[in-house]
Nanobody, 117 residues
Framework: QVQLVESGGGLVQAGGSLRLSCAAT????????MGWYRQAPGKQREMVAV???????NYVDSVKGRFTISRDGAKNTVYLQMNSLKPEDTAVYYC???????????WGQGTQVTVSS
């Protein structure tokens, strides 16, 4: 079994910052890519940022220059530093992890991020 435990969400004013963390535990052998997705009310879940085992990153255009994804391989943890937050960033943020040995994608329980104007 794989567990993804997220933390760091909350309420912040526009222009503020938050840092999300997601720790992978359990059967985490050959952890591959990790990432963050978000889902706002009435909208589909979208990819926010992804980082591969080798450190290659990819971001949705709307967060480029404001968000930074990073990972600590020793801790099997992925982070999302979110700066210059906007009200449109308000959503539930989900951690995602993929492994070499499985075609199944694993998800965290989600953490709420609310940005007030």
């Amino acid at each position: 079994q794989v567990q993804l435990v997220e933390s760091g969400g909350g309420l912040v004013q526009a222009g503020g910052s938050l840092r999300l963390s997601c720790a992978a535990t359990g059967n985490i052998f050959r952890l591959n890519s990790m990432g963050w997705y978000r889902q706002a009310p009435g909208k589909q879940r979208e990819m926010v940022a992804v980082i591969t085992r080798g450190g290659t990153t990819n971001y949705v255009d709307s967060v480029k220059g404001r968000f930074t994804i990073s990972r600590d391989g020793a801790k099997n943890t992925v982070y999302l530093q979110m700066n210059s937050l906007k009200p449109e960033d308000t959503a539930v943020y989900y951690c995602n992890a993929n492994f070499d040995w499985s075609s199944v994608s694993y998800w965290g329980q989600g953490t709420q991020v609310t940005v007030s104007s």
